[in-house]
Nanobody
Framework: QVQLVESGGGLVQPGGSLRLSCAAS????????MNWYRQAPGRERELVAG????????NYAVSVEDRFAGSRDNAKNAVYLQMNSLKPEDTGVYSC?????????WGQGTQVTVSS
């Protein structure tokens, strides 16, 4: 079965950095684009980054495009999100996701809190 397991979240001060990881299994990882989403309290889930099958092209939300960098390692079935210059408004639960055929799968998410 498809499994997505995120890690790397935590509490960080404004201006700090975090690197999120997502370990994938249960599908042919290298054949599918991967996405990172986030959801802040009281807000709808937002697409943060989309990473193509080889990691050569990544699309970002406007709010993060100069600060976040998505990547993947197909040999390790893992996708990453490097987050720099974090702001309080980046606080939320970050989840990786993949769409297989007609269904989207989600990890359980990892909490990122940006606060002084």
């Amino acid at each position: 079965q498809v499994q997505l397991v995120e890690s790397g979240g935590g509490l960080v001060q404004p201006g700090g950095s975090l690197r999120l990881s997502c370990a994938a299994s249960g599908f042919t990882f290298s054949s599918y684009a991967m996405n990172w989403y986030r959801q802040a309290p009281g807000r709808e889930r937002e697409l943060v980054a989309g990473i193509d099958t080889v990691g050569g092209s990544t699309n970002y939300a406007v709010s993060v495009e100069d600060r976040f960098a998505g990547s993947r390692d197909n040999a390790k079935n893992a996708v990453y999100l490097q987050m720099n210059s974090l702001k309080p408004e980046d606080t939320g639960v970050y989840s990786c996701s993949v769409r297989l055929r007609d269904r989207r799968y989600w990890g359980q998410g990892t909490q990122v809190t940006v606060s002084s």
